[in-house]
């Protein structure tokens, strides 16, 4: 069973559309996050939700927009589609986000043509 | 602002030997985790450290946290080609829930 799953694995797509990646956790964790992985394999936090409540918003442009539905759901929604957007992004979540690691998704990866 | 640094970046070595990768923070955490991330994969989380002196083994791989002098390290003892792969820590921010730092990587290659 997939702990921690994105959709889609793969998304190709011209600039200036808008798009949206889910995640979902059966872990039955508290606290989902969005990290983005560049090029240079580089990894930085975007956002984070614990039981449904923004947490962690980072300095990300306001065309990113994530959505709890509920603790299990975290979804990215990215407006406007730029080239430097291109990128890896991964769902991650965590039970207690204190002292347990965060388990990752498999990551997305978004190519803007 | 919390920065983390690790090295080296890349690292080549034989099967057989051993190495050290480094991990320096910049400001006080007590939660330090190691990931390992294969070539178009996701992260595995390999180790997690929550207080000074805690060392932990896992096959061929040790790590240990220093907190005072904010250091971790991850030792590969008799390294084998199976643990070529990326090795990323990552340090607890004090401030926001959750929020980890991640240094920038160690590329791992193992020859034989």
């Known amino acids: 069973d997939t702990a921690v799953s994105q959709t889609p694995k793969y998304l190709v797509t011209q600039m200036g559309n808008d798009k949206s990646i889910k995640c979902e956790q059966n872990?039955?964790?508290?606290?989902m996050y969005w990290y983005k992985q560049d090029s240079k394999k580089f990894l930085k936090i975007m956002f984070s939700?614990?039981?449904?409540?923004?947490?962690i918003n980072e300095t990300v442009p306001n065309r990113f927009s994530p959505k709890s539905p509920d603790k299990a759901h975290l979804n990215l929604h990215i407006n406007s589609l730029e080239l430097g957007d291109s990128a890896v992004y991964f769902c991650?979540?965590?039970?207690?986000?204190?002292?347990?690691?965060?388990?990752f998704g498999d990551g997305t990866r978004l190519s803007i043509l | 602002e919390l920065k983390v640094e690790q090295n080296p970046l890349f690292l080549s070595m034989q099967e057989g030997k051993n190495y050290t990768i480094y991990c320096n923070y910049s400001t006080t955490s007590d939660r330090l985790y190691w990931y390992r991330q294969d070539p178009g994969k996701s992260l595995e989380s390999l180790f997690v450290?929550?207080?000074?002196?805690a060392v932990k083994q896992e096959g061929r791989l040790m790590a240990s946290l220093d907190t005072k002098a904010r250091l971790s390290t991850l030792h590969i003892t008799a390294a084998v080609h199976d643990l070529s792969a990326t090795y990323f820590c990552?340090?607890?921010?004090?401030?926001?829930?959750?929020?980890?730092?991640f240094g920038k990587g160690t590329k791992l290659s193992v020859k034989p």
């Open positions: 991650a979540s965590s039970q207690d986000w204190r002292n347990q690691p965060q388990h």
């Open positions: 450290l929550l207080s000074n002196g």
């Open positions: 872990l039955g964790h508290d606290t």
């Open positions: 990552a340090v607890g921010g004090g401030g926001s829930q959750g929020n980890l730092i």
């Open positions: 939700y614990n039981n449904k409540e923004l947490i």
